[in-house]
């Protein structure tokens, strides 16, 4: 299993931008899917997690801001971050995982290198 972020860069706080993450290596489609970042000086926190059926969840301080999504055609998981704030700054990760606890909790199996987002 392969898991490749991009789509990070700098932005302006109430900007826009879309991480993706490329996956290869096994079967996309039945997997669950999640993101989840890292400050600096700070633990890495979940930000959003779907299922295999695309089922989604997301954290309290994205909700209504960031929307994760997936292609299963092109074996890709999106994150859509709107209304940026400087708060976002991270490395942003994807991770994936038979059971969607895993992407939730951060026990998934496989890892992305992460992305870095920057907001100002």
């Known amino acids: 299993v392969q898991l490749v972020e991009s789509g990070g860069g700098s932005v302006q706080a109430g900007g826009s931008l879309r991480l993706s993450c490329a996956a290869s290596g096994y079967t996309y489609s039945s997997y669950c899917m999640g993101w989840f970042r890292q400050a600096p000086g700070k633990e890495r926190e979940w930000v959003a997690a779907t299922d295999s059926s695309g089922g989604t969840s997301y954290a309290d301080s994205v909700k209504g801001r960031f929307t994760i999504s997936k292609d299963n055609a092109k074996n890709t998981l999106y994150l859509k971050m709107n209304s940026l704030k400087p708060e976002d700054t991270a490395i942003y990760y994807c991770?994936?995982?038979?059971?969607?606890?895993?992407?939730?909790?951060?026990?998934?199996?496989?890892w992305g290198q992460g992305t870095q987002v920057t907001v100002s």
């Open positions: 991770a994936s995982d038979h059971w969607f606890k895993n992407v939730v909790d951060g026990t998934a199996r496989s």
